[in-house]
């Protein structure tokens, strides 16, 4: 039997894989540190699991409009007004399976075969593959990790042709955790506007920022883009709900509806009692989300520190709960039964030598680095940085 031609296109998601392999291994009794982790390791707060519990006991437990409840649409609509100063209407919004899913619609809506999206590098594992299965092509920018691996303007011009259909921007980045500027985005706002593309902005880590740093959408920066934008947003990092699957996205009626009746033919509604919980997270206390981003802090801190100290090469990023050092200086090393040549033999060598998981770069397209992420206990940072050290002292050049 022959599968469609679109399933070869794309691989599974790397960073599932490694988590997944990752806890086969302790599975089989094997003490892995995993720095692998998408997703925030602290519990969905109790005020938003009693929301869901009331959903079902209320009997919420039937399909919802397809593009989501007006009570969380609006919900949402409050909160791009609060926290974004950026106005919508119902009709603008619509209330995905997470945010992952509005993105995957959102390519669907708009790319098809012969148009360009650009993707600056290192992006999330997804870009490329819902560029690819909306049989358009992703146009990949290299970014450096001197400019804090942002695309700048004059760059982003140059990338630019006329099958440009549009540029996936991600602040703070998964996997670099830097922050644009309110600068660096008015920018490449100008640009933008100038050529007209769209601007698909993926926000998910807008709350987790540290060191005062403020947080912008590129909208904020010129009226003119907005129309041309579309926000995409969740409440899986922000509120610890990664399982709960709801995202969202906002933008220009026309696409959203169109966004909607994808939705209605190939998932329905997201689940109705998820998005009761995701109602009382986004209009609930948000006093927590203080606590994680403190408790996040202090293990960055930690990270980036010790890893410097232990001879590898690392930034301290102003968001996200991931640290992208540079492990290019051990490539090249040797070791009994191998060689490390990139980023996918250095995370083979540790899971192997060490039993510490971390992500290997070139799955977000910069072969030179490694993912690790911080969304784990400060006495397994601790512990995993402690083996780490010791491999590499194994390494012999
Ligand atoms: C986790 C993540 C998402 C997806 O979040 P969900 O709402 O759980 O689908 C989207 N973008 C980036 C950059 C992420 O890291």
């Known amino acids: 039997m022959k599968l469609a031609e679109r399933v070869g296109r794309i691989k599974p998601s790397p960073t599932l894989a490694i988590t997944a392999k990752a806890n086969a291994l302790k599975a089989e009794g094997k003490d892995i540190i995993s720095f692998s982790a998408g997703e925030p390791d602290f519990n969905t707060p109790s005020n938003i699991n009693n929301a869901a519990i009331r959903a079902i006991e209320n009997?919420?437990?039937?399909?919802?409009?397809?593009?989501?409840?007006?009570?969380?649409?609006?919900?949402?609509i409050d909160k791009f007004k609060r926290d974004n100063k950026l106005t919508y209407n119902r009709s603008q919004v619509v209330v995905s399976c997470g945010a992952k899913h509005s993105l995957y619609n959102l390519a669907q809506v708009l790319f098809e075969k012969g148009d360009e999206v650009i993707i600056p590098a290192p992006y999330w594992v997804s870009y490329p593959a819902f560029v690819l299965?909306?049989?358009?092509?992703?146009?990949?920018?290299?970014?450096?990790?001197?400019?804090?691996?942002k695309v700048g303007p004059a760059q982003l011009e140059n990338a630019i042709t006329k099958n440009t259909k549009a540029?996936?921007?991600?602040?703070?980045?998964?996997?670099t955790g830097f922050v644009y500027s309110f600068s660096e985005l008015e920018a490449l706002a100008d640009v933008i506007v100038k050529s007209g593309i769209?601007?698909?902005s993926d926000d998910i880590y807008e709350k987790i920022i540290y060191d005062d740093v403020p947080f912008f959408n590129i909208i904020n920066t010129r009226d003119e883009i907005k129309d041309l934008t579309l926000v995409v947003n969740g409440v899986s990092k922000t509120y610890a709900m990664t399982g709960w699957r709801i995202g969202y996205a906002a933008g220009?009626?026309?696409?959203?509806?169109?966004?909607?009746?994808?939705?209605?033919?190939?998932?329905?509604?997201?689940?109705?009692?998820?998005?009761?919980?995701?109602?009382?997270?986004?209009?609930?206390?948000q006093d927590y989300i203080g606590m994680m981003v403190d408790e996040y802090l202090t293990r960055r801190n930690y990270l980036v520190e010790n890893l410097n100290n232990i001879g590898i090469s690392c930034m301290t990023p102003q968001g996200s709960f991931y640290v992208f050092p540079n492990v290019s200086s051990l490539y090249g090393s040797s070791y009994m039964g191998?060689?490390?040549?990139?980023?996918?033999?250095?995370?083979?060598?540790?899971?192997?030598?060490?039993?510490?998981?971390?992500?290997?770069?070139?799955?977000?397209?910069?072969?030179?680095?490694?993912?690790?992420?911080?969304?784990?206990?400060?006495?397994?940072?601790?512990?995993?940085?402690?083996?780490?050290?010791?491999?590499?002292?194994?390494?012999?050049?």
Not at 59 to 76: H, N, Q, R, V
Not at 340 to 351: F, T
Not at 374 to 395: D, F, H, M, P
């Open 59 to 76: 009997g919420f437990t039937k399909y919802t409009p397809a593009s989501g409840t007006d009570e969380l649409k609006d919900a949402i």
């Open 133 to 149: 299965l909306a049989d358009a092509t992703p146009v990949i920018l290299e970014t450096k990790e001197a400019e804090e691996f």
């Open 167 to 175: 540029i996936i921007l991600n602040s703070p980045v998964n996997p």
């Open 198 to 200: 769209l601007t698909i």
């Open 252 to 285: 220009p009626e026309k696409i959203i509806s169109a966004v909607s009746k994808i939705q209605s033919q190939n998932t329905s509604n997201p689940s109705s009692i998820s998005q009761k919980a995701a109602v009382e997270a986004l209009t609930g206390n």
């Open 338 to 397: 191998g060689k490390i040549l990139n980023s996918v033999d250095l995370a083979g060598y540790l899971l192997d030598e060490a039993n510490v998981a971390v992500v290997p770069g070139v799955a977000f397209g910069n072969d030179d680095h490694i993912r690790l992420s911080y969304a784990t206990s400060i006495e397994n940072i601790k512990e995993g940085v402690k083996r780490i050290e010791k491999a590499i002292v194994n390494l012999e050049k």
